[in-house]
Each structure stands twice: as structure tokens, then as C-alpha cells.
């Protein structure tokens, strides 16, 4: 019987290999994670995180806990259990050349056991996880050109052929699967960081940003998807994966493709910023004493995760002005939020145990129970992620429990600023001309 052993129960080890046991069932599938709980959680009614359409997946089977520590001790540990000749599979995002890290642990610890490591990196995205998996676009497998190589690609070939159609399965080289994977990150948040840097330009000239997306998607050669103006992208791999890419480019002697690279995510830190000095400019250039309401903390809708969300950069903005901050999101925990706040950068990429402690709360940081809660008596509303039921408020509503003059900066583009101006907000929306009061205070970008 095939088995699969999947390390790492997170937002890609879960859902990957519950369509995997879906899919597969002659094949056995167990997941272990260094975290307890985590697999507890997995176990449970509980799923450790929120993907649409997860709940319904059956097939995870009863997951086994292992107590492993780190990513390298992974392979170390491949290579003290194993019995018998094994796959390895990197599924993780990695830099450029960790198959070959890989390999060398594992070939100096063989015990006369043969290993093969192929690239398979994931591409879903978190929302739709679990359609990405049913439905791929291409699964990408690299290995080594040899014989034996080649017969491990099929080996994995074979397990997503039982629902992936033959002509999305692409073979490649290991390295060029591994770069694929960061290639393709750097091309999207790429294609946000341009639409962003437009977006700039359409509050400077009277242009709307969602018409000049429109027009310019329409051209077949660039497309429609990923051209939407937002307050910038997040999530765990975007920022990452492209830090990783310009990395990998200083390492081979190639500055200018670095710096190239590196620009979005300058783009991405500026539109941050921009919109913090938009909201204290508009408001008398000071926010401090000053209630804001967040509307939505995760990177994006339909997912509970924080990382790296545009949110985290903007609250902490808008704190280091002394606002009073009360945040609303539909997935995220008030604890989840409190951590957010106070923690560095990339914190969140380190195992559970070695993430600073659970710390105090930041006193002018509440969370509220509905959209309606966070605003009221609020002097402005930000709107930063797009989350369907912020397009169903009531507005009016929201107005009426607000200070005036009342102030929605929407950071996402989901509510008709046309439709907020008649209420009576004064309104900003990214990439979207301006309101005279906007105009009359200028932000300082
Ligand atoms: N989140 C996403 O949408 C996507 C993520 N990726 C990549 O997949 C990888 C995993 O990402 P996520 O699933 O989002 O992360 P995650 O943090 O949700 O999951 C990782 C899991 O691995 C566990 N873990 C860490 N070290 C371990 C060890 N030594 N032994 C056993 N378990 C261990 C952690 O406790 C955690 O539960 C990353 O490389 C990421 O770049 C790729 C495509 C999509
Ligand atoms: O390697 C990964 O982790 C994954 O990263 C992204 O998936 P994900 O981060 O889950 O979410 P996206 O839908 O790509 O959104 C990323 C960020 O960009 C923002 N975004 C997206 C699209 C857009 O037009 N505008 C925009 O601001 C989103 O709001 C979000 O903050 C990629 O889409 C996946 O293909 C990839 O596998």
C-alpha cells in the first residue's frame, strides 16, 4: 500500500491532504505536526482553521501526533526512521537549491536507504483551498533527470492522476519547480504592487482606478484577474517568497534583478502608509484620543488568517498616532488580534514555542462584536478587508452612531462611495477621485 506522510498540519498540509485520502483512497495518508494541539484541533469539530468548504471534506482520517522540532530535524528525522527506499516531496516554499540541502542530510545519513526529493510546490490559495485542489490550474513536479528521478515524479504523477487531468501535471527539473513556485508569488503581488502604484496616480488626476484596471485587463495579453486596488496585499507568502526570490538573486551575483524585485514590495509598504496619512491628513492631521473602527483584520475574505495582514501595518499606524482603535472581523480571534499588534515582523514564522509569550493587551485596542458595535461613536471607518457582509451594512445606520463630520476610508473598494456621500460620510477610496475635503487636506505621502 502507498503511504503518505505529510509533515506539517497548517493551512496546506491540511486541506492538501484531505483531498489527497478524498481522492486516493487505496492510498494511506497520515498527518504529524510539532504542534499538539494543532493535531488535536484536526481531530476535532474544531478545524484549526476556517477554509470554505473544509468541513464538508471527509477523508483527513485520525491524525498522529509526533513531537518534532524543526524543519532540518524533519529531515534528519526522515532519515533515522526510515526502513525501506523513500520520496521526499518539498510541498513547502523553499529558496532555490533546498532539494539539494535535503538530499545531502538525508544521502550522509542513509543507512543504505535511497532517496529521492522532488519539488512539488503548492500553489491554492487560502479561501479557495479547497476548489485550487479539486480544480488545479497545473500541478508542478521537479525532479532529477535520472532514471530514478524520473521514475519518482511518476510515482507522485500517479497519485494526482487519480483527479488531475493528465495535460495540467507538468515535469520539470527540481530547480526549476522550486524557482516556478517563488516566480509565480513575486508575478502576482507584482501585478497588485502595478495596479496599487496606479492607484496612486488616479486620486493625483480625477482617473478611477477600478475603470483603468477594467480597460487595461481587457487587453487578452494581460487579463483581468489580480487587478484590484487594495491597501496592499498580505498573507504568509507574498512578502516572504519575494524577500526570498531577491535574496536568491544576491547570492548569484544579480543586484539589479534584487532591487527589481525588491521594488514591490516597496509598492506595498508605500500604499500601506499612504492610507494612514490619508485617515489623520483628512482628520485634522491627528487622530490621537480619536476613535477609529477597523473593519476586517485578515489579509483577505473567507480566511481567519492574520499573517502579514495589510491590517496589522495600518492599525499600528494609526496607534503610533494615538488613535483609539476598535477592530471587527467575522474570523479573527480578539487574541489573535492582541498578538498581531504587538508582535515583530515574521514572528509568526517561527514554531509555536519560540513566539514571544501571549502578551499584555494594547489598551486602546478593542475588539467589537459587529461592524455596528466597532463604530459606534467612532469619528471614521476603515474598511480593510473585503469581507461580503461589509457590503450588505447598514450605512446609514453606521452614520448615525458615528461623530461628525463622519469619515469611511475603504481600503478595498467594496462599498459605493456614491451611495456613502448621500448618507453624508466624507469618503475616501483607494485609487478613487477624490472628495473636495481631501483634496483641501493633502496627505503628506
Ligand atoms: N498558506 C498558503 O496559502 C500557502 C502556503 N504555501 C507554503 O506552504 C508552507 C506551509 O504553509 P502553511 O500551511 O500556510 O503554514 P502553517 O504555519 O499553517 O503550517 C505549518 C505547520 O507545520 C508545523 N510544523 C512546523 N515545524 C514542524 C516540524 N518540524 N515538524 C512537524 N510539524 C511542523 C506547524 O506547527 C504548523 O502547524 C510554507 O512554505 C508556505 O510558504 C504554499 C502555498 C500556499
Ligand atoms: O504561496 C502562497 O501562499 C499562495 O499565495 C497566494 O495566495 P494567498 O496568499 O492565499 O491569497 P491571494 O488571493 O493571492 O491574496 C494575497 C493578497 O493579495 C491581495 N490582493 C489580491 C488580488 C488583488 O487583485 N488585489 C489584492 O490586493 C489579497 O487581498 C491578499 O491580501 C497565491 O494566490 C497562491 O497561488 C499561492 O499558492
Not at 49 to 68: M, S
Not at 227 to 249: E, H, P
Not at 350 to 363: E, Y
Request: with cysteine; charged share 25%; glycine share 6%.
Amino acid at each position: 500500500m502507498v503511504k503518505i506522510c505529510c509533515i506539517g498540519a497548517g493551512y496546506v498540509g491540511g486541506p492538501t491532504m484531505a483531498v489527497i485520502a478524498l481522492k486516493c483512497p487505496s492510498i494511506k495518508v497520515v498527518v504529524v505536526d510539532i504542534s499538539v494541539s494543532r493535531i488535536a484541533a484536526w481531530n476535532s469539530d474544531h478545524l484549526p482553521i476556517y477554509e470554505p468548504g473544509l468541513d464538508e471534506t471527509r477523508g483527513l482520517g485520525a491524525g498522529k501526533a509526533a513531537d518534532l522540532t524543526y524543519w532540518e530535524s524533519a529531515a534528519r528525522m526522515i532519515a533515522d526512521v526510515s526502513k525501506t527506499d523513500k520520496i521526499v516531496v518539498e510541498k513547502s516554499t523553499v529558496p532555490v537549491k533546498t532539494a539539494e540541502a535535503i538530499e545531502k542530510i538525508l544521502t550522509h545519513n542513509s543507512n543504505g536507504i535511497n532517496y529521492q526529493i522532488l519539488s512539488n510546490p503548492e500553489f491554492l490559495a487560502e479561501g479557495t483551498a479547497i476548489q485550487d485542489l479539486f480544480m488545479p490550474d497545473r500541478v508542478l513536479i521537479g525532479g532529477r533527470e535520472t532514471p530514478e528521478g524520473r521514475k519518482a515524479v511518476q510515482a507522485l504523477k500517479e497519485v494526482y492522476a487519480h483527479w488531475v487531468p493528465d495535460d495540467r501535471i507538468i515535469t520539470t527539473n527540481l530547480w526549476s519547480a522550486e524557482l516556478s513556485k517563488l516566480a509565480a508569488n513575486a508575478f502576482l503581488a507584482q501585478r497588485i504592487s502595478s495596479i496599487n502604484a496606479i492607484s496612486a496616480l488616479c486620486e493625483a488626476t480625477g482617473a478611477h482606478v477600478s475603470e483603468v484596471a477594467y480597460a487595461v485587463g481587457k487587453d487578452a495579453r494581460i487579463g483581468p484577474k489580480f487587478l484590484n486596488a487594495s491597501v496592499g496585499f498580505g498573507g504568509s507568502c507574498f512578502q516572504k517568497d519575494i524577500l526570498n526570490l531577491v535574496y536568491v538573486c544576491e547570492c548569484n551575483g544579480l543586484p539589479e534583478v534584487a532591487n527589481y524585485w525588491r521594488q514591490v514590495i516597496k509598492i506595498n509598504d508605500y500604499q500601506k502608509s499612504r492610507l494612514v496619512n490619508r485617515i489623520v491628513s483628512s482628520m485634522f492631521n491627528t487622530v490621537a484620543g480619536k476613535k477609529i473602527a477597523v473593519l476586517g483584520f485578515a489579509f483577505k475574505k473567507d480566511t481567519g488568517d492574520t499573517r502579514e495582514t495589510p491590517a496589522i501595518d495600518v492599525c499600528k499606524g494609526l496607534l503610533g498616532d494615538k488613535a483609539e482603535i476598535s477592530i471587527y472581523d467575522p474570523q479573527v480571534t480578539e487574541d489573535q488580534i492582541q498578538r498581531d499588534i504587538v508582535m515583530s515582523k515574521f514572528d509568526w514564522d517561527h514554531p509555536v514555542h519560540l513566539q514571544p509569550m501571549s502578551p499584555t493587551a494594547v489598551k486602546q485596542v478593542s475588539v467589537a462584536w459587529d461592524a455596528y458595535a466597532a463604530a459606534k461613536g467612532a469619528h471614521g471607518v476603515c474598511i480593510l478587508t473585503e469581507w461580503d457582509e461589509f457590503k450588505e451594512l447598514d450605512y446609514k445606520k453606521i452614520y448615525d452612531s458615528m461623530q461628525k463630520p463622519a469619515f469611511i476610508f475603504d481600503g478595498r473598494n467594496v462599498v459605493d462611495p456614491q451611495m456613502l456621500r448621500e448618507i453624508g460620510f466624507i469618503v475616501y477610496s483607494i485609487g478613487k477621485p477624490l472628495d473636495q475635503w481631501l483634496k483641501d487636506m493633502p496627505a503628506v505621502v
